[in-house]
């Protein structure tokens, strides 16, 4: 799949994180609290730490802070995902040519509809692929 999103964290980023003790993900081992503050019209998120220093994410890094964050959460994005709206994009894009040959116009309504749902199911798994880690770093459960 060609991804035309930067990935939001580096291998070598998701490398380190999957390499910490399970017992770093446990909510209770993180007593970091989220804080979401307005300032102005950007949102800073500040991250209260254990000791009582504070953390401040850069707007530039959300999309780092919410792919760790959402890794191995039941809430988060899998590779399965992924696969599911690119067979889906597929589908859609298939069923947009049938349509197409049936005798429909340049320009018919029906087919570029299905053929903008599935540019948008596509775009949707590119966003959410920058979010994971590669899939080779991603161990099948059970090994």
């Known amino acids: 799949m060609?991804?035309?999103f930067k990935p939001a964290v580096s291998e070598e980023a998701w490398q380190e994180a999957m390499q910490a003790p399970a017992s770093a993900y446990?909510?209770?081992?993180?007593?970091?609290?989220?804080n979401g503050l307005l300032e102005g019209r950007c949102m800073a998120i500040t991250l209260n730490l254990a000791?009582?220093?504070?953390?401040r994410i850069p707007p530039e890094?959300?999309?780092?802070?919410a792919a760790f964050?959402?890794?191995?959460?039941?809430?988060?994005?899998t590779w399965a995902d992924v696969d599911l709206l690119e067979r889906r994009a597929a589908r859609i894009?298939?069923?947009a040519d049938e349509e197409g040959?049936?005798?429909?116009?340049?320009?018919?309504?029906?087919?570029?509809?299905?053929?903008?749902?599935?540019?948008?199911?596509?775009?949707?798994?590119?966003?959410?692929?920058?979010?994971?880690?590669?899939?080779?770093m991603i161990r099948a459960p059970g090994s």
């Open 69 to 77: 964050a959402l890794f191995g959460q039941p809430f988060g994005f």
């Open 101 to 136: 040959k049936r005798g429909g116009e340049p320009g018919d309504v029906l087919v570029e509809q299905l053929r903008q749902e599935s540019r948008q199911m596509l775009s949707m798994a590119r966003r959410i692929a920058a979010l994971l880690p590669p899939r080779e």
């Open 93 to 95: 894009g298939l069923q």
């Open 26 to 34: 446990a909510p209770e081992a993180q007593p970091a609290d989220v």
């Open 61 to 65: 890094c959300y999309h780092a802070a």
């Open 2 to 4: 060609a991804n035309y």
């Open 51 to 55: 000791d009582g220093a504070q953390a």
